[in-house]
């Protein structure tokens, strides 16, 4: 028997309600009635959530609210079809239809398809705008601004009406009562805040003189109430902004958009106040650390600077009594040269080599044309003792005469060679060519000076040059 076939025989009439069902009967009637429900959205929250199975790839878990619960059941094709993961605590918005399983009599939801609902839709929409935003670079952390480390002028957009604005300003003053602060109000909250929000942002960057740094800021509350946060318009204006930008929203779990494109996000209101204004204890503590650290730094580089200079003072010392000594030495080789005591030294012993050389040749000379003429002399005696030898002895003389011939040329040829390199020699040594070139010899009274200390004011000088004397009085001696 169907389950419409079992409704139409159970109508309700006195009569049927005596009639006994069997369980089956019973089943079927029910069953019957849920098949008879039209396809319905479901909104709950998933608890319990096991799947996708292992060997079956369905998903069972139940949906429920404050005051039921029903038994859900998603297969596997649906499943498949998911855009995200269920899990435990998720608000879901399920479409499908009741089921009776016969077997157990265990009635259960067949979800057909499911979407995020209430605050899940939410933070899936904040994903996704936050995954857009990331991809433009907005949240990039070298597009982020620097934030001065003493702020003297802040300026804070928020509510004007609740205890968040209090707070900034007490930890203010608590912190450094020299920074100037400058309220900027606007709802944080609700239909239009967004909106009140940007416009606060752009009246606080155009103040003048411009603020250091906007403290965008709210108190806590639920996801729900920061949603004004995550608001894509206002995202865009905070990193849009040409003042830096601290954000300060809700508690320490929260973030929002905005805290992800800000150029710095403090966990709370308070946070972002004393991010922006460093107690004066801490300021005179970095004050006297910076100094202690420059002290240092001035006296490791004046120790260093000076051990170089004491270095260099050192190795310049060495170097310059090492150049005196090696110029006094070659001045004391100098004045020991005869040339230079006495300029006709040189030729002097040149013309006595050069004599003593014309003795040598001389003499050299005067032996060989002697022994010439003592052969020569004898030759006719030897001639007249002896005819019989005389072809002999005129083969000798053609011989001894060829050898004076040759041994007279050779004897006078290097005397002559060295005669005239001698002479080529003190040609070139001759103080005359030296003043020829335009140098000078200076006479003091008691001949050749070699030393300007020779001379003081006032003694006669005599200068010899390559044509001619000067006489002179010395005027000063440098």
């Known amino acids: 028997m169907t389950g419409n076939a079992v409704s139409a025989e159970f109508d309700g009439s006195d009569e049927q309600e005596r009639k006994e069902l069997s369980v089956s009967q019973a089943v079927e009637i029910a069953a019957g009635a849920l098949d008879a429900i039209p396809q319905l959205s479901v909104l709950g929250e998933v608890t319990g959530f096991r799947g996708p199975n292992a060997r079956s790839g369905h998903c069972y878990f139940q949906i429920k609210d404050d005051s039921a619960a029903v038994d859900c059941i998603i297969w596997k094709g649906a499943y498949l079809k998911r855009t995200f993961d269920l899990r435990d605590g998720m608000q879901v918005s399920f479409k499908g239809s009741f089921n009776l399983y016969k077997p157990t009599g265990r009635m259960s939801f067949v979800a057909r398809s499911f979407s995020l609902a209430g605050e899940g839709l939410l933070r899936q929409q904040v994903a996704q705008l936050a995954e857009k935003l990331r991809r433009e670079g907005l949240m990039d952390e070298a597009r982020k601004r620097r934030i001065p480390v003493f702020c003297s002028r802040v300026a804070v957009v928020t509510s004007l009406s609740g205890a968040v604005i209090d707070d900034v300003k007490r930890t203010l003053r ?6 100037e602060l400058v309220c900027v109000g606007a709802k944080v909250q609700g239909e239009g805040a967004p909106a009140e929000l940007i416009e606060g942002l752009r009246r606080a960057a155009s103040i003048a003189p411009a603020p250091d740094c906007i403290l965008l800021v709210r108190g806590g509350g639920s996801f729900e109430d920061l949603m004004t946060f995550n608001d894509e318009e206002l995202a865009r204006a905070v990193a849009a902004c040409p003042v830096p930008v601290v954000t300060g929203i809700g508690h320490e779990p929260d973030t929002s958009i905005c805290d992800m494109v800000s150029d710095r996000r403090a966990s709370t209101p308070t946070a972002a106040a004393e991010s922006v204004a460093p107690a004066m204890t801490e300021l005179a503590d970095v004050l006297e650390t910076r100094h202690q650290r420059l ?15 004491e270095m260099l003072d050192q190795r310049g010392r060495r170097a310059w009594d090492t150049y005196t000594a090696r110029l006094g030495d070659a001045l004391d080789a100098a004045a020991c040269r005869p040339c230079l005591n006495d300029p006709t030294f040189m030729v002097e012993r040149r013309e006595s080599e050069l004599a003593l050389t014309a003795d040598r040749l001389s003499g050299a000379i005067a032996r060989s044309v002697g022994a010439f003429r003592s052969n020569f002399e004898r030759l006719p005696e030897r001639l007249v003792a002896s005819t019989s030898g005389l072809d002999g002895k005129r ?51 008691d001949g050749v000076a070699t030393s300007a200390k020779t001379f003081k004011p006032g003694d006669a000088i005599r200068v010899r040059m390559a044509d001619g004397n000067v006489s002179a009085t010395v005027n000063a001696v440098e």
Not at 174 to 179: E, G
Not at 412 to 424: E, F, M, V, Y
């Open 174 to 179: 608590r912190r450094n009562p020299l920074v």
């Open 395 to 445: 083969h000798a003389l053609t011989l001894a005469s060829s050898r004076l011939e040759h041994q007279g040329r050779t004897m006078l040829s290097k005397p002559a060679s060295d005669l005239g390199r001698a002479a080529a020699s003190l040609d070139a040594l001759s103080p005359l060519k030296v003043l020829a070139r335009g140098y000078s010899i200076a006479y003091s009274d």
């Open 295 to 309: 002290g240092a730094a001035m006296a490791s580089m004046i120790g260093s600077d000076q051990v170089d200079l």
